[in-house]
């Protein structure tokens, strides 16, 4: 079956400008989380989504936000970007949150801030 | 303060050997614990969980043992092959944390002939 989905792979954004990235979880997946990753910070934990709830919210300005659709897609916003907001935005999706349910990474949205 | 800390150093080792990957950690009481392989530019790859009431997994040439004392997680590749060559994370989920999973930095595997 599919893998998780993210679009668009690469986008440059100049700044003060705002993004949207998209996810599409593996088929029967309800639980999409986002991380962010940096080569100086590593893969941080954004905010998580299960049944179109926010269930954990990671340590990250109000500029982050995001939201979960009845088809348990996903989508993050960033807003008024900054140069230090370019990053790897990861998307990854499992059947349900904990009980240490495996859960399946996207490619990623590589976005420059220029 | 909490810190997940993996060697920051590429490990570099000849193919056929055993390579052993640390991840330690500090002020976490851990539910699990997983192992990433994570290529350039791509998303990270699960690989192998153990839960805290369990000292060892194994997983074909790969093995993971969890020491909750020593607060520490070794994984260990034996007859590496280049194509192990990669970026390894390790993660822990926090007990009373839901499912937020929290990542080490990654150590860099390189395997040569």
């Known amino acids: 079956k599919a893998g998780v989905t993210q679009t668009p792979r690469y986008l440059i954004k100049t700044r003060g400008q705002q993004v949207t990235l998209s996810c599409s979880p593996i088929?029967?997946?309800?639980?999409v989380s986002w991380y962010q990753q940096t080569p100086g910070q590593g893969l941080q934990f954004l905010f998580e989504?299960?049944?179109?709830?926010?269930?954990n919210k990671g340590n990250f300005p109000g500029r982050f936000s995001g939201r979960q659709f009845s088809n348990s897609r996903s989508e993050m916003n960033v807003s008024t970007l900054e140069l230090g907001d370019s990053a790897l935005y990861l998307c990854?999706?499992?059947?349900?949150?904990?009980?240490?349910?495996?859960?399946?990474f996207g490619e990623g949205s590589w976005l420059t801030v220029v | 303060s909490q810190k997940i800390e993996q060697n920051s150093e590429a490990l570099n080792i000849q193919e056929g050997k055993t390579a052993t990957l640390t991840c330690n950690y500090t002020n976490y009481s851990p539910a699990y614990l997983q192992w990433y392989r994570q290529d350039p530019g791509r998303g990270p790859v699960f690989l192998l969980l153990?839960?805290?009431?369990?000292k060892e997994k194994r997983k074909e040439r790969l093995k993971v043992t969890f020491d909750t004392t020593l607060k520490q997680s070794l994984f260990h590749i034996t007859a590496s092959q280049p194509a192990d060559s990669a970026t390894y994370l390790c993660?822990?989920?926090?007990?009373?944390?839901?499912?937020?999973?929290?990542f080490g930095t990654g150590t860099r595997l390189q395997v040569t002939l």
């Open positions: 989504y299960f049944s179109e709830t926010q269930r």
């Open positions: 088929s029967g997946h309800r639980s």
């Open positions: 153990i839960r805290e009431n369990e």
């Open positions: 993660a822990l989920r926090d007990t009373g944390t839901a499912s937020k999973l929290t």
């Open positions: 990854a999706s499992s059947l349900a949150p904990g009980s240490g349910n495996t859960i399946y």
